[in-house]
């Protein structure tokens, strides 16, 4: 590395540590998203991200199934199809979708799919082997399967536990799918991130990971199975701004996803897909107007049940090209490359 380099490498980090400790200071994490991605917002364009989990949800395709909370990575024919349809329908509306994928995955006889979502530029990222709880305190909590299976990870801390399935995942996806993983995701949203676990964030760092999406700010979602009412939508707008990208002081970008999930309108609430697609659409519109960044997470395994038209990647990728050079869609590594310039 030159002097020059060196010395431009030590004025981001510089820039970037004072930008978390200016925003730490006054108690907002906000500011930080706002400093890493420049200070004039008016002449960026907002982000806007597709983001689809690849594992098998609780409840789905129909209430009761739980038994996937043991076997996460035993994608179902109807989940692999609809993630390589909703990938085909995000590239004719020029968008792309992000994908995490459980390692498990990969056990499969064929990843033939999965390798078509890659060859058609769409980035996959890691979500570990076994979609396991990286808050972890005691071997047992990381997962289901090691509850109910420990000796799976007899003699094991948590922490080696949940290193060795990131690194696994990493290496099932490059020497069965010829996959370099493209960031991570933490099975599970934590309403803090990961700002009280500065070991798991060295741990993702330590695995190769510059970035990673962990948070999940916290919102009100209103009364199972009846209609959202004003104050729900305003809340959901409010969280918004808390789902804005931020480095924590290891370094680590974090990318958070944004409210409201899938699984926690259709699985938790019980909403109808119009109540959905609204929240969807205020959303996406309050991140154009406001320049900033929207990361919409859902699951494949769900949303072939609760939306098997495609109705919300379309919708998504619509307003986007509705707002011109106000907005794009990205991959989640383009929102990081910006919070870290």
Same mark, same amino acid.
């Given at each position: ?16 540590? &004072? ?21 004039? /917002?008016?002449? +960026?364009?907002? /982000? ?25 990575? +035993? ?5 692999? #199809? ?10 004719? &509306? ?10 498990? $995955? ?49 003699? #094991? ?24 993983? +493209? ?7 934590? !309403? ?48 918004? !701004? ?37 929240? $969807? ?9 406001? &320049? ?50």
């Amino acid at each position: 590395m030159t002097s020059q380099t060196a010395s431009k490498a030590r004025t981001r980090r510089d820039v970037t540590r &004072r930008a978390f400790l200016g925003a730490a200071a006054c108690g907002t994490v906000g500011t930080v998203a706002a400093l890493s991605r420049g200070q004039d /917002q008016s002449q +960026n364009k907002a /982000q806007i991200a597709i983001t689809f989990d690849l594992e098998m949800s609780r409840h789905y395709p129909k209430r009761g199934m739980t038994e996937w909370d043991y076997q996460k990575g +035993n994608l179902d024919e109807p989940t692999k #199809q609809y993630s390589v349809e909703a990938a085909r329908i995000a590239k004719e &509306r020029d968008g792309l979708i992000h994908f995490f994928c459980v390692g498990r $995955v990969l056990e499969h006889a064929s990843v033939d799919w999965l390798k078509e979502i890659a060859d058609a530029g769409h980035p996959i990222g890691n979500h570990t082997y076994d979609h396991v709880n990286v808050l972890a305190t005691t071997p047992e909590a990381t997962q289901f399967r090691f509850k109910r299976s420990p000796w799976l990870v007899a003699d #094991q801390t948590p922490a080696q536990i949940i290193a060795e399935n990131i690194r696994t995942t990493t290496i099932a996806l490059q020497q069965r799918a010829g996959i370099a993983p +493209n960031g991570f995701r933490t099975p599970g949203g934590f !309403s803090n991130g990961l700002n009280d676990r500065p070991d798991v964030q060295q741990l993702l760092l330590d695995a190769g990971f510059t970035w990673a999406s962990c948070k999940y700010p916290r919102h009100i979602s209103g009364e199972s199975m009846q209609e959202p009412g004003p104050e729900v939508y305003a809340d959901i707008i409010r969280a918004q !701004s808390d789902a804005q990208p931020f480095v924590y002081p290891s370094g680590l970008i974090e990318i958070p996803m944004s409210p409201i999930s899938d699984v926690g309108a259709f699985r938790t609430k019980f909403w109808k897909l119009d109540y959905f697609l609204k929240s $969807v659409r205020l959303a996406v519109e309050w991140a154009i107007e406001n &320049r900033s960044v929207f990361d919409f997470l859902c699951h494949p395994s769900c949303m072939v049940v609760e939306d098997p038209d495609f109705k919300t990647v379309k919708l998504i990728c619509d307003l986007v090209k509705a707002a011109g050079d106000k907005a794009e869609i990205v991959g989640l590594d383009e929102i990081a490359r910006g919070v870290s310039a």
